[in-house]
Every structure is written in structure tokens, then in C-alpha cells.
């Protein structure tokens, strides 16, 4: 624990058979309750490495999308009690050095989110981003800051931290599956009111690491810019979308049938086969 608050890892995995042993191997288990990961219908041998490793492993029997991956990581995590849910990708992209920054300064309350911001030093370029996608990311993030009235350095993070009361609160069910579903979570943290802190992170760019090609690129751009513009719009009170109403679909958070006394994820035992959706 961290402050007296229960901090659960989740690793949203598709793929990452090459690179999950490095990535849990330096995850600072001295300070972290619980990880679990969720296998999106991987086609290599990630369950099986993860299940070598001990790690508590949700199947998903067919793909359901990165957005359809984080929904059952944050419903699993809080049915695993968490105060704080720190996501890390299993592609090593991301440093895992960082997690006990991130999630301290929420079981501290000094932040109800922290993103891991690869734009605050030289971790984007210098790690290998490809300079198009550098080009959108500030682009991107001109617009939303703008749109969102915020002023963060970057939205397109996927290294985030959260507290139980931002996820129980977001309508995450009104989400995209896909890919721009990070960018709408981001969305209704701002609409509904949480503070968001950034720390610096560096990032790797390589063959094993996980990357959207050019076009699912263009996808995800023209799913922010509609994003932020229903924010803005539903902020003036001229739309009402699901995505930021308060009667917006929540998490399950409640397990659908009563939990094992033994072999849970309470008890530390592996976690098989789908979660509901």
C-alpha cells in the first residue's frame, strides 16, 4: 500500500508475449498490491508467459478492442478493491520506474488522475516517435486545450493513473471500444470536474513496442476532434450525449456471482477465462 490506499496495476495486453517478462520484472512489487492483466484475444503466447509469471490473467475469447480491454482492466480492478488503478502497457513502451510517482500523488489527494506525459521533457522524439505523429500530437493537444480549457501537455498518453472515485463516477460504458476511447475518458474527467496532474515520462519506440499504423492514426485524430467538439457543445448545454451524462452506463462493479473462497483474485490465485461485458 501506498498511504493506506490499495494500488492495482492493470495491463491491458494484446501481443506482448516479447516483452511482458521485461515490463513485470520491473514493476516495483514492494509497493504494489496487486497486478492483473487482460489479454484482448492475443494471437502469440502472452497468457501463456503471463501465467508463467504468476500474474492474475483475464481472457478475452475474442478481441474486443484497446477501449473494450481498459473496461474490463478498471471493472477488475475495483472488484479487486483498489484505490488507485495505475494502467501500464505490457509493451515496455512505457517505464514502470514511474508508478510509484503516479500513484502516490492520488493516495495522497493531491490529484484525482496523473498521466505520465511524454511531451513535458524530450521522452516523445528522443525515444523514437515518429515525427507525424509527434506533428498531431501537439496539434491535437493545441485543440483540446483549447476546446477543453485545460492545459496539459499531451492527451495521447496511454501511461494513466486514477482514483476508485473517477472510475466508479465516468460512464465508461459509453465509450468507444476502439482506440479514441482514451481520449474520451479524458473527456469526462475534465467535464466532470477532476483535477488532473502530469509527470514527466520517457518513452521507447521499437519493433516489439505497440503503435496504430497511419490510417487507424487518422481514425483515432478525426475520434478526438469530435470529442472535444461534444464537449464544448455539451458544456454550452446545446447537446446532452451519453458520453457526459451523469445516467450514463457505469462499470459493473459488483461481481455478477458470488467470488471463490479460494483461487480469486483476493487470494492471489490466476484469473481465467472472460469478464462480462
Known sequence: MLFGKRIVVVLPAYNAELTLRQTYAEIPRAYIDDVLLVDDGSSDRTVEVARSLGIPT?????????????????????RQGADVVVMLHPDYQYTPKLLV????????????????SRVLSEGALVG???KYKYVANRALTFFQNLLLGKKLSEYHTGY????????ETLPLRENSDD????????????????????????????????????????????????????????KCGLIHPRL??????????????????????????????????
Open 58 to 78: 483475464i481472457v478475452h475469447e475474442k478481441n474486443l478492442g484497446y477501449g473494450g480491454n481498459q473496461k474490463t482492466c478498471y471493472q477488475a480492478a475495483l
Open 128 to 130: 523514437g516517435m515518429p
Open 244 to 277: 457526459f451524462s451523469a445516467n450514463g452506463v457505469r462499470l459493473e462493479i459488483e461481481p455478477s456471482e458470488p467470488r471463490p473462497t479460494s483461487g480469486s483474485p483476493a487470494c492471489g490465485g490466476p484469473i481465467d477465462g472472460p469478464t462480462p461485458r
Open 179 to 234: 482506440f479514441v476511447f482514451d481520449n474520451q475518458m479524458l473527456a469526462q474527467i475534465a467535464y466532470f470536474g477532476f483535477s488532473i496532474g502530469e509527470v514527466s515520462c520517457p518513452a521507447k519506440y521499437f519493433e516489439g513496442a505497440s503503435s496504430i499504423n497511419f490510417r487507424r492514426s487518422v481514425t483515432y485524430g478525426l475520434g478526438v476532434l469530435r470529442t472535444s467538439l461534444q464537449y464544448r457543445l455539451a
Open 160 to 167: 494513466r493513473a486514477f482514483s476508485r472515485r473517477v472510475l
Open 101 to 116: 510517482a503516479m500513484a502516490s500523488l492520488i493516495a495522497v489527494g493531491q490529484y484525482d488522475v496523473v498521466l505520465g
